[in-house]
């Protein structure tokens, strides 16, 4: 048995049923010889990388101390790998619409805390699959998402024979009472701080996870006044609404290449752009001092650390809505991100691919770990973005298209932008409220819109 640390417990503690933090992602790939067989034996194949994939949450009798892992004696890869399709015509938004109702339902707290759909019926044979898992599980890339070791650099590997796996039987209470007095033999002081974090005090929680996660506290400065009032801040409801956008990397670095910053940088700039100009078609009042405030989640070094992207530290960021020039607004978010580095060294994106291959998964749920803890008085979204290879890669030997990352949505707030980079080019996933931001896909528009008109300043 291995104990959850304190702050993969405040996950599990701080999640509502009307608001799971699972992070989810969207593979578009093309035909496979093999089908959804293929996919589903790919796997099953693939589940001895990833051990904790097979175990689940056993909570310690009177919250003596925080849950264990254990082997899940009825663990069943079919209940986890799920099969759906979606109706003629099979188009984008039908595929969608799927999505969005597989990302509201909570993950079940009884079985391993992940679930994957292999989606059939989309256009030229093509099959989508959609990932869902608890950052609970994602504690660094020793244990990765469940969507990072599906895909290989070749549509040529090797696919070994699932392993016969035997669990070890579950703990008794007494058990898991008696590692827990043990424990407290040992170090005394964890009985106070266990309690606390298990039962009475969810906000000290929060505020312990802001701090292990390392970033928010640095941007203190803008944490001492509350987040500007934005209909992003609506009273969110258990339903979500997915849309996706899509952009050529090479329009994107012509931008930065023309008007400095970096590809991070313009990114954030499109999606200001289009912000603002969302607000305005909601009749919203923006004027030159207007802002929205983003929590901006960077893979991060200190100097001294062996092994660079593993940490993760958030950074708020106001975004300047109000300002009307796209130029004017990637140079104040260009000023705006050099702080990061004043505070730890930003990983690169070659550094971040060369650490796992493809990252983006993990990382983006590492992001969302990295956010959980604040509250919509610090920020009005979230915009995680984790470059990706630029090589085409494989799952069953059927290339991957598209990867749509869908970051959950933190309390109190109606929109969660993810962001990553593959194969020559950027895919955004906006999640969001259903109820408070239900024309989401207005502004996934707005975003194609906004990079093209940067293009066109770039000449």
Known sequence: MERLTTLDASFLYLEKPDNPMHVAGVLVLEPSTGGLDALASLVEARLPLV?????????????????????DPDFDVEYHVRRSAVPRPGTQAQLLDLVSRVVARPLDRNRPLWELYLVEGLPEGRVAVIT???????????????????????????????????????PGALRLVGQAVEEYVQRPSAVVQTARHAVTDARATGARLTSAAGGAVRAARSALFPAPHSPLNAVSGSQRRVAVARAELDDVKRVRKAHGGTVNDVLLTVVTGALRDWLLSRGQAVVGSTS?????????????????????????????????NPRVRLARLSFAMRGVSQHGRSVGADTLIALTGFAPPTLHALGARAARGLSRRMAN???????????????????????????????????????????????????????GVGDVDVLADLIEQELAGLVETAG
Not at 51 to 71: F, I, K
Not at 313 to 323: A, H, I, K, T
Not at 410 to 434: E, H, K, M
């Open 51 to 71: 051990p904790r994939y097979r175990q689940r949450v056993l909570e310690v009798p009177g919250h003596l101390a925080n849950p264990v892992w254990a082997d």
């Open 132 to 170: 869902k898992t608890h950052p609970a599980l994602v504690d660094g890339l020793g244990t990765v998402d469940i969507g990072q070791v599906l895909l290989d650099d070749s549509p040529d590997a090797f696919l070994p024979e699932p392993e016969h796996w035997r669990p070890r039987p579950l």
């Open 292 to 324: 929205v405030r983003a929590l901006v989640p960077v893979s991060v070094q200190d100097e001294g650390e062996e092994v660079p992207g593993t940490r993760v530290s958030s950074y708020l960021v106001d975004l300047p809505v109000g300002e009307p």
């Open 381 to 435: 979204l979230v915009v995680t973005n984790v470059p990706g290879p630029q090589v085409p890669l494989y799952a069953a030997g059927a290339r991957m298209l598209e990867v749509f990352p869908v970051v959950p949505l933190a309390p109190g707030q109606g929109l969660s932008v993810g962001i990553t980079s593959y194969d020559g080019r950027v895919f955004f996933g906006l999640n969001a409220d259903r109820d």
